[in-house]
């Protein structure tokens, strides 16, 4: 880089810092209506349908209820639902649906406003229980049991998790083996540890539902299946011969939900009952699939469950902004400590300290929702079989797996630093923050534990890599991995940002090159690529060891795998921030939007910072600037805060906190005008600091 090239970086980046450094002109404002219909999304009519729906009071989340009462209360919203037509979207169109699959996504989300409980439950039945049916199932299942499962008439469950298998579905225990003479599958838990576990609707008000079990025809085990199984008799609601179960009871959240076990001894069903898209017994046991390959057709079929996953990310997504737009209207009108005045006290969100707190998960919950938009269109790709390649359902599922956990990770941070942001007020059952979170705590854990799928992603990642670099002998992988620990891999495209943030002296270039979107991206991707191939160089040739020995090596660097992963997301997310970026017209929103959208990027280099340092992608003097303009870009958004939670779209009666309501505004005037009556009417008693003292009398 040239000299004058330097000079012309550093003039560039003194302005922009004194720019940052003013006050924002009377023009930069948040075009609040435009924003909130950005991020409502492609399917913004049904989310105004569904947030509508989920505002009614009746299905609202009572405080205080026990937890029979609320498994009572949510099992009623369900048939509030049904006659509301709001889960049948995803339905064949001959049965009453609708067959939009991003829109059914889209509106359960929003239900979380309501009750988490209520979304929860909704999903078991009509996102898993009548999704397994509807995708494993074929036409001849659809006209049978869905119909019934649409309605309500016929609620169920889905059983796919052990008690000692959770994550490990592959592995659980649960057996049908087909019986030739009776044309029957036997459904069988053979010990303890095979009982499914936290089955929603299993303690109480299941029916029937879909289980997943080892298929044995013929003494072949051909793997993982799914089998439909009646459960109770519909009118006296008792378990049917040879079916057992136990409520789970209470638990930390979702109480409105019917958690329990299920076992089986030697039950029968037709075998008609087995859900044989992709697997099927013939009357003379033979089995048949359209997928050889056994693995790849267990992970075909568990494909078309991604959808809890989806939701999931939406559903944490959603509970972060509601927890926001409380927290950020409370800390623009609560007042605490009088620094900068004698009479008066500073509104919250005026402290540093304060807008560290709130406006960088702010942004973070932005990248959320714009990351999970292009999940939400990857998945009605795939499912409306516009783009259904094995590809293109790979695809979805890495995504799934890697944006789920963040979202889900993000949600209990957003809404416990919420709640703490709120002080005593915020621990109120009635402000929400304590209850959402307590519901929130089980999604980093079901539907795929997240550190569990964020390995999964890492094997993707891993695989694009081999692929990339196939043919490499083990000197050129460790040379590769050794020039990126450098921060000399030219090959990634860093090479000339490796110079352009080469130390100067300057603080205000340091500020330029790390506001800059090319470098942001490029810093974050570096880390990607660079944590992938230093464990690929550690794991190369483990495939040829002996099991135990692979097994021991790859577990020597399943951490490792597990931060590059979750490293993918968090660039994922980055990048849909971006691109959402060009699609906003208004020029003063725009600017707006890119102070979010580089306080996102700077906190996660941030939050990386030593990553960065150890590796030499910054220099300590560039390290010292990322926190500081940080703070500089706190302040430029601070006046904004309140437009950009606004422009989140949830009204009063989705937020629901008493403290988000102007309650404290009031509260707050009442007192600073009682005050100013005070002295103006020369009764305000003077301060012991500020009063002459008496004389002692003699």
Not at 180 to 202: C, D, Q, R, S
Not at 301 to 307: A, F
Not at 477 to 486: E, I, P, R, V
Request: net charge negative.
């Amino acid at each position: 880089m040239t000299e004058l090239a330097s000079e012309t970086i550093a003039t560039a980046g003194e302005a922009a810092d004194e720019a940052l450094a003013v006050e924002p002109a009377s023009g930069e404002r948040v075009d609040v209506a435009s924003l909130a219909e950005q991020l409502l999304g492609g399917w913004a009519e049904t989310r105004r349908i569904a947030r509508e729906l989920a505002g009614r009071p009746e299905l609202h989340k009572l405080e205080g209820l026990t937890y029979l009462e609320h498994r009572e209360r949510v099992f009623g919203q369900l048939k509030y639902l049904v006659d509301h037509k709001a889960v049948h979207r995803a339905f064949p169109k001959e049965l009453g649906g609708e067959e939009d699959h991003g829109g059914n996504i889209a509106g359960f989300e929003e239900l979380v406003t309501a009750d988490p409980s209520l979304q929860i439950k909704a999903g078991v039945q009509w996102g898993l229980f009548g999704a397994a049916v509807l995708h494993l199932g074929t036409e001849e299942h659809h006209a049978e049991w869905l119909p019934g499962i649409m309605s309500l008439e016929v609620p169920g469950c889905f059983a796919m998790t052990e008690i000692g298998h959770g994550s490990d579905v592959a592995s659980i225990a649960t057996t049908a083996t087909y019986d030739l003479e009776a044309e029957e599958f036997v459904i069988h838990t053979p010990f303890k540890a095979a009982w499914k576990e936290f089955i929603g609707n299993a303690a109480n008000d299941g029916l029937a539902a879909v289980v997943f079990a080892q298929l044995i025809t013929k003494g072949v085990n051909h793997g993982v299946h799914a089998f439909y199984v009646p459960l109770r008799d519909p009118d006296t609601k008792e378990f049917l011969p040879g079916v057992g179960g136990q409520d789970d009871g209470v638990k930390g959240g979702l109480n409105g939900i019917d958690n329990g076990r299920l076992h089986f001894d030697h039950v029968r069903v037709p075998r008609t009952n087995l859900l044989n898209r992709y697997g099927a017994v013939a009357p003379d046991g033979t089995y048949s699939s359209p997928i050889s390959s056994p693995g790849r057709r267990f992970f075909t079929m568990l494909g078309t469950l991604v959808q809890g996953r989806v939701s999931l990310d939406g559903a944490a997504t959603a509970a972060s902004k509601l927890a926001l737009t409380a927290a950020i209207r409370y800390g623009t009108e609560r007042r605490q400590f009088n620094a900068s005045s004698e009479t008066a006290e500073e509104v919250l969100l005026d402290y540093q300290r304060h807008q560290r707190r709130l406006l960088p998960r702010l942004a973070s919950a932005y990248a959320m929702s714009f990351a999970h938009e292009q999940l939400l269109a990857k998945f009605d790709d795939v499912f409306s079989g516009r783009a259904d390649s094995d590809e293109d359902r790979q695809e979805l599922e890495t995504l799934a797996a890697a944006l789920k956990p963040l979202a889900t990770w993000n949600a209990l941070d957003i809404l416990q630093e919420c709640r703490e942001a709120c002080g005593g007020a915020g621990f109120i059952a009635e402000n929400r923050f304590a209850s959402l979170r307590a519901d929130l705590d089980i999604y980093v854990t079901f539907e795929g534990d997240n550190n569990v799928l964020l390995q999964l992603v890492a094997k993707r990642l891993l695989n694009d890599y081999a692929k990339e670099f196939r043919g490499m002998g083990v000197g050129a992988l460790a040379k590769f991995a050794l020039g990126q620990a450098a921060g000399v891999a030219y090959k990634t495209g860093l090479g000339a940002v490796a110079q352009f943030v080469r130390d100067s002296g300057r603080a205000q270039r340091a500020a330029l090159a790390l506001r800059d979107e090319d470098t942001q991206r490029l810093l974050l991707a570096d880390r990607v690529q660079t944590m992938v191939a230093q464990v690929a160089q550690a794991l190369h040739g483990a495939n040829k060891l002996p099991q135990a020995e692979a097994a021991a090596r790859f577990n020597h660097h399943q951490n490792e795998l597990i931060e590059a992963a979750r490293a993918h997301a968090e660039l994922l997310q980055w990048e849909a921030f971006t691109e959402a970026l060009a699609e906003v017209r208004d020029p003063g929103t725009k600017k707006i939007l890119t102070w979010l959208r580089d306080l996102f990027g700077l906190s996660l280099i941030e939050k990386h910072l030593s990553w960065y340092l150890m590796n030499g992608r910054l220099s300590m003097q560039r390290g010292r600037t990322v926190g500081e303009y940080i703070n500089r870009l706190l302040a430029r958004l601070r006046p904004h805060a309140l437009d950009l939670a606004e422009a989140f779209g949830y009204g009063p009666e989705h937020v629901r906190a008493p403290i988000a309501t102007g309650a404290e505004a009031e509260r707050q005037d009442e007192a600073a005008a009682y005050y100013a009556a005070l002295r103006e009417s020369g009764q305000e008693p003077r301060l012991e600091k500020h009063a002459k003292p008496t004389k002692p009398r003699a």
